[in-house]
């Protein structure tokens, strides 16, 4: 069992996962171990260059001090580049890309001359100015350092990250950007500041985190990640200054591969793209035979192409980073990826030609005026003195024959190192860059498109069970305007488990796991940004593996989540925070940005908001500023594609939930291509039964119609030779003929019997079981409407429902209803109406059965039987203990006479009505059936005259049209009417007392209402 | 398979062929038909979702707004060729042929009249949003291709309702009366009937046609009250000296409350006024009120609803059905029928 971990917020389902891995993976002792000689460390640093130290120090000692120079004991040196015994900077974060002009001060080597960044490049300087500048920048690591004691004695939870910020830009105005203040004043505030060294990698860090990247600076930051890690449990009995390590490399991977293998993290997923420059040059991976340079290389001009986001695995500094395209198969060895077509980073920052690095080399390798570029691995080769002999340009392409190595000797200055290789993008990240025509390319994609429509389509049958090497999926959509969890078919799900348990935060639900055996099946959640993980109530350990493959992250808390509504209108969760212009798509808001208008938004629950958000092209600058506030950006390049003019003949679903159109043979679907003109080439894949068939759409080509289609399934790729753009997927089916037609029938099934609803028409039976012992299910058109009503001794409008998408209805509600009317009452009718279609009515008719009515009676007597002794006789007291349900047992419902509703009557004798069903003009209604007259205990029930409540019964009769009356003093009970004359009395505790005397029956014959089955 | 590049025009041509002739951006026909076509392709959706997807096939082609879309589709679901659920559900209807007359067919139902058309052997005539059928022979024929896609042909009366309900007459507010004395029914004070109540109750003034404040004057027994979410709740109300929302109600819906104001001002001797208006083989109907279900759909089966904001309400039809539509509206509502002729001499 993993440790509890209580975190509001999206980051839940982050700090669940983190938490486990902490007491996987996390030594405390360790880390702790290890502390005394880091501190020893920073000792030393603070020892040498502390602000209280430096704050001393007069401008010439300073200048010293401070800035890079040729000694290797500058504060700078120390900073980026010194790893000694006793002071590894390692240690406390590499910044090794740091740049002295970051830092604004430096002695350049080759000049001995001071130099100063500025707005125009470095600017040489005299000593006194170095000095002034020197102070300045002392002022500023002083003041920062200063500005962050204060917080020391706050509590992390207490610190506010914009307030930190804040404070380190007023201290520090010129440095509060620069990596070198931040490693410096981790050095002073461990507990405070990060040992990261820029934006990009706390951003990094945050996102391990589950947190949004910053958009104040570096200490806002920091103070976030502190502040993350100082809640989780298992790091409590740790200082605050170690609380965050694991979160830093080296444990930082293991983290990500642990978030990642959550589903929480990409697997591509890197630390916050940069923006890179993509040149026109490209970088030759050609030889001749003899080593001569290929006559292709280029000679154009060098040209900026735009820029491509790129998420490099290492840290570089990106003011000196490129793109380029590689041409050419020399180096390509089957593992570097440096395959013709390819894209690269390079850096300007060439480190030392020693380590033979790959580089881009330029030089006049075909015609003496022109130079191209060429990309080799750069082998130097030394004499005894160490100096380089020989140079030999490498390829790594294995086959030699056809790509020589080019060898320099004695003509080194005929080239020029440009650039370092730094890292091959893969395929789908180059800028412009896609290969969408080489044999090689078309192949590939052809393979991958057959890959995915195989799993797209793939029949439930095919369905993935556990430990079949395929695991069980889940994953969220928008359907119909909720939030909805697609499951199944969980195929091989043991059939022990009736029911599954859904969680997210403290929503909970239920759903049969039945649903989920041989289907997919959408469950309409609410939005969370906590995990939405599934159990089996009952069999939480036996299935807790299995069902962990369903679990499915939780939303980001603090920026909305995007879907992009496809064919069929079903919303398709983006996992990237960037939209493309000319989609359609609907953002679920979080509560958090409550405060943000957004017209037509509706809420969902729990401060959630649904968004629907259609991104036209060009999208207006005011639309990008409000989407960019949820946290979202616009692309600027688009291709818009979908399915125009003609609806299809049906939907279906694939296996992620995504709604896909079918035609038929013979419809010729259009689809509408709209693109940038920077699009370039666009190529049309489709995968279909006749394979895979391609097509270049040209840029006035807007409209597609597919013909001659055959039966089968299709998958259809739109590929934008532009990197940057998103390739659109549309899948689509051609059926064997048209989806069946919604039919105009309902059949009602009553246990074994199948009742046609047409006209008007009626059933006649016991309905004291339906739906339970006597099952009952209606089947009408897709949200045909059905309005039932109960007619008895009450009315009841029972329900007004509609049949559901499949065309059945939920009768538990109409059920419920009249439930209560069918058990008590011996007849009613329930009348289901659906409208032109047609009526039917279910008769009630429950036959009355001797033992089951002694039964209740004898019931009611041993319950109210000590009531009966002393309120015998008198109306009020009798009257909802005994009488009432005495009466109701008998098919009677009681009704009080009205002042002046008959004669008066005599001293200690009551009265009521007895209403009881008659059925007339093809329904119940009550109608009064009897007089009830209550005559005190001991009196005669058969005297007569004036004043006997015989008399009086008789004349409440007449009143009331009626030709019976029951006179009862509650026990005894006897029936007058005009037409006997002779009164014929029951002693009802006799007659239950004693069932075989025949007391019994003829009391039930006498007194049950007269409407009989 | 084949790729064809398709120039605009043919795109929009191909469009107007599917939609039988209409284009969906500038008709109400065409619109309807691609509301349709894609309802029957959806199943149950959202009406949004729906109308989203009807404006997403046409942006290509200039696109239309979302509401058009939606006030065709509400329309279409008024008329019977798509369901209303709960919660904004629609779904196509099945096929029904309303039979109106000999030879003479009103087909309802969210099959695309391309796909119908085929199936029933002839060309279907869109009249607005109505799809009509008219051969003067072969019913029989007709009943067995409805059948097989799913459907049924309906007499108007069946389809209508007017077999099961009654007219609003005198019998029908003296069915009220007996309903509100008898004790199967849940009877209450007015004021508990018609909570939770937004607003004063008031009356309806037979014979005027109209609604007042029950402390402003006294009325019917017809009462109504609006309720938190806009609509009125109806109640009949007996007899008596008390106040009338302290007398015993019987509770109303919508449909009931519709026949009794028609019941009402009937007895009341002011029937509403229906007015025709004849253009030679057409005509054009105004009322003034509402029309409880079934006469309004009897009378959907032979006009196409021409006005639909505010009063009176406008219906064109052919000349040629008026008489019967004038007879029945006059035998079940107790209407008084104006008819005026705007032929010029």
Known sequence: MGTEVQIPGQTGAF????AAFLERELDPAGLVAALPALQAQRNLFLGRFGAEYLAELSGAELLGLLPLTTSDESLCAWLRQRRTPDFDTGLFGDIGDAGPEEFGLWLDEASGAWLAAGPAGPRQLDEDEAITITLALRDELVAA????????????????????????????????????????????????????????????????????PGKRGLYERDVRIIQFWCQLPPLQRLPPRLRYRPGEPPLASRLEAALQQAGLLERDGRPDPLELPVYSLQAMAASLLAGQWGAAAPAAPVEALGTVRVALPIRRRPERLFVARISGESMDDGRSGLCDGAFAVFSLDVGPLARSPIVLVRGSFH???????????????????????????????????????????GELDAIQVVAELIHVLPPAQGPNSRDVSSGAAIERIERRLAQIAARFFAAPAEAARPGDGTAWEAGLVLRDGQLTLVAGPLAGLPGFARELEIAAGPEHLRVLAANLRAQRYAIPVLPSTAEYTWSAPGFEEELAEDLRALRVPGLPGQRATAFRVGAGGVGHLLRGDTLSAGQQYALLVPPVLLNETLTDAVPLGGGWRLYPCELPRPTPEEQRRQLARLGLTVTSASLAVAWALFAPRGYREGRGGERYPCFLPGDEPVLCVDRDDAAGTVVLFVHGPGGVQRRTIAPEERFIALTDLVVGSYFLEIIPEDGAMEIAHLPFAVLPEAPPAPRYEATLLLGQERLTIVGSSAWEGDLTGLGEDLSISLSAPPLWPITARWRGARAIRAGHVHADLHG???????????????????????????????????????????????????????????????????????????????????????????????????????????????????????????????????????????????????RLCQKHGLRRAVLTDGLRWALLSPDLKFLPQWQLDRALHQRNSGELEGFLATFLAEAQP | MKMLVLPPTEAERRLRDRCVGANPVQTIEGLAELCRAEAAALGKCLRRVLADRVCALLRPVGGIPTERALDVIRRLEEQGDLLAGPGGYVAAAPLRAIHAGPGHHLLLGGIDSVALGAALGVAISPSVLRRLRSEPAEDAALAGAVADLGGRVLSIEAWAGLDRTPPADAAWLATLEERLHDPIESIAAAEAVLAPAVGDLEHYIAGEHRWRCLSAASGSPLLRARQPFGWFAYAWVASGSTAPQLREALRLGRDEARRTQFALDAAAGQPHRLRFEGTGTAARLHIEAPLPYAEYRFLLGFAERSGWEGLPIRYSLPAVDVPRVSACLAQRLGVRIDHLSTETP
């Open chain 1, 15 to 18: 700090a669940q996962v983190i």
């Open chain 1, 145 to 212: 350092v200063g500005a962050l004691r204060p917080l020391s004695a706050l509590r992390p939870e207490q610190l506010d990250p914009i307030a930190v910020q804040r404070a380190v830009a007023a201290a520090a105005p010129r440095l509060a950007g620069s990596a070198w203040l931040h490693k410096y004043l981790h050095l002073h505030h461990p507990d405070r500041v990060t040992s990261a060294a820029t934006a990009a990698e706390l951003d990094a860090h945050l996102r391990r985190l589950g947190l949004p």
């Open chain 1, 367 to 409: 015609e003496p005026e022109e130079a191209g570029y060429a990309l080799k691995r750069y082998v130097e080769e030394r004499n005894g003195t160490g100096a380089v002999r020989r140079v030999r340009l490498q390829s790594l392409n294995p086959n030699r024959g056809s790509y020589p190595d080019i060898v320099l000797e």
């Open chain 1, 808 to 954: 059945e209805v939920d009768l538990a509600p109409i059920m419920a209803a009249t439930r209560p009317e069918r058990q008590r009452r011996r007849v009613g009718d329930l009348l289901l109406d659906l409208g032109e279609l047609g009526q039917l009515v279910l008769r009630h008719r429950r036959p009355a059965d001797e033992s089951v009515l002694g039964d209740a009676l004898e019931t009611l007597l041993n319950q109210r039987g000590s009531l009966l002794a002393q309120a015998a006789g008198q109306l009020d007291p009798l009257r909802g203990a005994w009488l009432d349900p005495l009466c109701e047992v008998l098919g009677y419902a009681t009704r009080d006479l009205r002042p002046g509703d008959g004669p008066v009557p005599p001293a200690g004798v009551g009265a009521l009505l007895l209403d009881a069903p008659v059925f007339r003009n093809e329904g119940w209604s009550l109608r009064p059936a009897a007089c009830l007259i209550i005559v005190p205990v001991g009196s005669d029930l058969r005297a007569q005259g004036q004043e006997s409540p015989r008399s009086y019964g008789l």
